[in-house]
């Protein structure tokens, strides 16, 4: 894939892709991670057909997906939701996911990806950006500090049966850093 990527918003037609692309982008991120049963279990409850296209239809939900031809080669969804009380930014919007496959790193695309959910962030009224990454990912967060976020906290997140305390993450849209070349980043969950 040597396209540059191209954004657009999910639509419920794309239902079958992102779920093949979230599942493959998520075991691809904590293949290293964690058990590969539990790995299993939230791909089985996260990433079925049904359940993605329940999320391209909630309208608390925005999904961007990026596309390297006729290809899906990653996707982001933004949530209008509750916040944990550490977000005290304005208008906050939740960068809920943002997954760029392996074939899409290394070469600008989760600059340019970041671009375009700031873009998406702005036209939907937020003012912040936030989010919870998992405190071992330590690829995703070089990525999120590099770009301007800045820990202001934690969060549980129950997963596998254990309850995981990682880091939240905010930045308000206008102070997002974009360098000129991100060719030495990789994905950025």
Not at 126 to 139: D, E, F, K, Q, S
Not at 142 to 156: A, K, L, N, V
Request: proline share 6%; aromatic share 12%.
């Amino acid at each position: 894939m040597t396209q540059p990527l191209t954004f657009r918003r999910g639509m419920s037609d794309d239902a079958e892709a992102l779920a093949r692309l979230a599942a493959r982008t998520f075991l691809e991120t904590y293949r290293d991670f964690e058990e590969v049963q539990d790995n299993a279990d939230y791909v089985a409850k996260h990433f079925q057909v049904p359940a993605v296209a329940a999320l391209l239809e909630d309208p608390q939900a925005t999904t961007l997906l990026a596309e390297s031809g006729p290809d899906l080669a990653g996707y982001a969804v933004l949530r209008a939701a509750a916040f944990p009380p550490c977000v005290t930014g304005a208008n906050p919007l939740q960068l809920e996911r943002f997954y760029l496959g392996t074939e899409a790193t290394g070469r600008g695309e989760g600059t340019r990806f970041l671009r375009a959910v700031q873009a998406e962030a702005r036209s939907l009224g937020a003012l912040t950006l936030w989010l919870g990454v998992y405190h071992r990912n330590a690829r995703a967060i070089r990525f999120y500090e590099s770009r301007g976020f800045r820990r202001i906290g934690e969060r549980d997140f129950p997963f596998g049966g254990t309850i995981f305390v990682d880091p939240v993450y905010a930045v308000a849209l206008e102070e997002i850093r974009f360098p000129p070349s991100d060719a030495g980043e990789r994905q950025a969950p």
